[in-house]
């Protein structure tokens, strides 16, 4: 017997250091699906490829699903969202493997996008904290919480690169650059996914919207696209191939066209690109009714699409039914084959075998958990330090903030004591009434030591009409019963007895978000009259901006003393303000996303190419690329955001300027605390190819770093620079480098840099 255990042990020691220990779960989980899909008759594995919503949630189309139950019952559902709370997904739950003929369960997907039921900042403002940690510790925290409560698959990372702010849904990602657009990505998938998808807190994300969505024409919400190869290879797709190499479980299809085919029929993106170029295993879902919306692209019938959905490498049907009901008849007509029905159903059985499901249906279902987890104050904790790591400061006029903790403050403006707008935009599971307002906040974190006056001053706008297109999912836009000159009156007598006016303004939250496109990106005149007024004062005024993406906000940095943009910042909103505003924490967030000075300049982004007629300067200069009526250059660039406290940069050091293709140089520079304060930094590098075979952007991000630094001290901050830093996708989509000159640059921003230079030879 003695024996026997220890051959049994060497075997094992043996299989596991040969690495069949790894190979066991993907061999037994084979068989398992082998064999369970051989019981499946047809429909049922088509079944399988239907994604329905029972309602209840927030329905982003025009239908929601019927007879969820009966469909569920019948084995012709494969996964539900907008099912919100542990008992009714446990209730789903029971239907699918307790009525259903092979008891297959269901997937349970939800948009969790920014926290769960903590609500965090929008991912454009966590993508402005530049913390891969943080941001990696958010999506773990927003997956511990959804687990607990019955989730196993999140609609997140939204990764589309972005360079127009009139699309509502800028606020949704991580700005426009896509190196750092791809290093979030990367954190997001393993915040959400843990070591794998094995354990009850982590759940599966889903990369979206793929791809390319982020260049809807126009800024205008589900419009087309239209984008050369190279730029895509460059700019657009990075961040999707990241979150595929971090592992994402699945994919969504995007809205849009790309080579006038609609992503979600589009066999060169899902199938050439997707899998076979990058490898994805996991499966594609398409988003809410993206497959009959090929039919308005002018693809066909329901049949047709659905069947050009499904060859072009779909594997799963948000809503729309059309592979649920059209499949079986395309197969019989040879215009699908049954081994694509039978890869796509045999991914999303995987995913679920991953998630554990098979083992145990429920195991997502926690009320143990859910009890400890769920708005647990070490998550309301943490939602503090995301919003306050999010903030950018963008003007501080002879250091008017931080506010001194005595004296008056009068503290106005439409979101200065509101709830309503503070979880920001995609919080489905959030509750609005936990958050913290600016008031509130401002009176927590000041105690009795500061008199703080409030008056609201304005409506967020006065237009019924647009307020009306904003509320559809609740009041966001309160318009108040008093004249905009009662408001204001009262405004302005408190104003005339404070020391200080803090204006809290900016965009409701459902300004932005999906469906939420401007073609004015300006602070709605409503509140523009109002700070005009609070300006006239004469009082120091200070802005806090809430918004969901970047605004033209020159009249308003030009007056203000002091700007501090802190996007939708989540539950913690108040709070965390209060603290940046008194100075308990230094503001070190630097924007993602360039500012535009008018809505005529967009596109404006910091990586663009170069022309042939660059302007020197912004000065206007004829026959040279530039306008007559605005600067090219952005109101605030990429990687802008100031501190309290100063930082100089100083000599930039190289230490080669040869870079060979098998070697690396260093980059260093000294970065010192010159101001009064501790403080954060991010130290950015950015490089230009000066000669290549395609034109090369005037500047591209290859590397960050956060640090921190007390007051008066220094640190040498170096970067690596290799030969992968300089690759690119030529002009037949090769990942290249090319020998030559190349500029490198370091600095707190992407336009004011120390710079240098190296040659890349063979
Ligand atoms: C439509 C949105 O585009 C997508 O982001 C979301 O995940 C789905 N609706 C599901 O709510």
């Not at 997956?143 to 009139?166: C, H, K, Q, Y």
């Not at 290879?233 to 609609?262: C, R, W």
């Not at 901006?545 to 970047?550: A, K, L, T, V």
């Amino acid at each position: 017997m003695k024996t026997k255990i220890f051959i049994a042990l060497i075997l094992c020691f043996i299989l596991t250091i040969k690495g069949y220990s790894q190979q066991q779960p993907a061999v037994t989980m084979n068989n398992f699906i082998t064999s369970l899909m051989k019981k499946m008759t047809l429909d049922e594995k088509i079944g399988q490829l239907n994604l329905l919503t029972p309602g209840g949630g927030i329905a982003t189309g025009a239908v929601v699903s019927s007879d969820v139950e009966t469909k569920i019952s019948k084995g012709q559902v494969g996964g539900l969202f907008g099912v919100i709370g542990e008992e009714k997904i446990r209730q789903a739950q029971e239907i699918a493997v307790t009525k259903s003929r092979l008891k297959i369960p269901l997937l349970f997907g939800s948009d969790v996008i920014h926290g769960y039921k903590t609500t965090f900042p929008i991912p454009l403002a966590l993508s402005c904290s530049w913390d891969m940690l943080m941001i990696e510790r958010s999506a773990r925290i927003a997956a511990t919480e959804a687990t607990a409560d019955g989730l196993n698959w999140a609609f997140s990372p939204m990764v589309d690169i972005a360079r127009d702010p009139r699309w509502g849904r800028v606020a949704e990602g991580a700005g426009e650059d896509p190196y750092l657009g791809s290093q979030i990505a990367k954190a997001m998938v393993m915040g959400y996914q843990g070591n794998g998808l094995g354990n009850d807190n982590t759940l599966m994300s889903c990369v979206k919207h793929f791809a390319l969505y982020g260049a809807v024409e126009g800024g205008r919400e589900y419009n087309t696209v239209d984008m050369s190869r190279v730029k895509m290879y460059n700019y657009y797709l990075p961040p999707y191939k990241a979150a595929v190499e971090a592992g994402t479980g699945s994919v969504m299809s995007s809205f849009n066209t790309i080579d006038n085919i609609p992503a979600t029929g589009n066999k060169w993106l899902l199938t050439d690109l997707l899998r076979k170029q990058w490898g994805f295993k996991g499966f594609v879902v398409s988003d809410y009714t993206a497959v009959n919306e090929m039919t308005e692209h002018g693809m066909g019938d329901l049949q047709t699409v659905s069947a050009l959905a499904l060859n072009a490498g779909l594997d799963m049907d948000m809503v729309g039914e059309g592979f649920l009901t059209t499949l079986k008849k395309s197969l019989q007509e040879g215009k699908v084959t049954r081994k694509q029905i039978d890869d796509a159903c045999q991914r999303i059985l995987e995913a679920k075998y991953k998630l554990g499901l098979f083992t145990d249906p429920y195991r997502y279902c926690n009320v143990e958990r859910l009890a400890r987890e769920v708005l647990s104050a070490d998550k309301r904790t943490a939602a503090r330090e995301f919003a306050e790591h999010s903030f950018v400061l963008l003007k501080n006029k002879d250091q008017l903030l931080p506010l001194k903790k005595s004296g008056t403050i009068a503290l106005i403006g439409p979101l200065a004591n509101d709830k309503s707008n503070m979880l920001g935009t995609w919080a489905v599971s959030g509750n609005s009434d936990l958050s913290i307002p600016v008031l509130e906040g401002m009176k927590n974190v000041s105690g009795n030591s500061v008199n703080i006056l409030y008056a609201k001053g304005a409506n967020i706008s006065d237009d019924t009409s647009f307020a009306k297109k904003v509320n559809v999912f609740g009041t966001r836009i309160d318009i108040d019963k008093r004249s905009p000159k009662e408001m204001m009156d009262e405004a302005l007598g408190i104003a005339n007895r404070s020391d200080v006016i803090v204006a809290v303004i900016g965009e409701a939250s459902e300004m932005t978000g999906e469906s939420s496109s401007r073609s004015q990106i300006n602070i709605p005149a409503s509140q523009l009259t109002l700070l005009k007024e609070l300006k006239k004062t004469g009082k120091p005024l200070v802005l806090v901006i809430m918004s969901g993406r970047p605004l033209t906000i020159n009249w308003e940095t030009e007056n203000a003393n002091a700007v501090l943009f802190t996007w939708h910042a989540g539950d913690e909103a108040g709070n965390a303000i209060a603290d940046v505003l008194f100075g308990n924490y230094d503001p070190s967030g630097k924007l993602t996303i360039s500012f535009p000075r008018s809505v005529g300049q967009i596109p404006v982004y910091y990586n663009h190419l170069n022309t042939g007629r660059p302007n020197p300067g912004d000065d206007f200069n004829k026959f040279h690329s530039n306008y007559l009526d605005v600067e090219n250059s952005p109101l605030f660039p990429f990687g802008y955001g100031l501190s309290y406290t100063s930082f100089q940069y100083g000599d930039l050091k190289l230490s080669s300027t040869t870079l060979k293709t098998t070697g690396t140089i260093r980059a260093s520079i000294t970065v010192t605390n010159t101001g009064n304060y501790d403080g954060e930094e991010v130290v950015q590098l950015y490089l230009r190819d000066m000669v290549a075979s395609i034109a090369r952007p005037v500047k591209e991000l290859k590397g960050f770093q956060k640090i921190f630094l007390k007051k008066g001290e220094s640190k040498l901050v170096s970067f690596t620079i290799g030969i992968e830093d300089l690759k690119f996708y030529n002009a037949a989509l090769k990942y290249v480098t090319e020998p030559g000159d190349f500029k490198l640059f370091v600095g707190g921003n992407s336009q004011e840099v120390k710079e240098g230079s190296f040659k890349l030879v063979n």
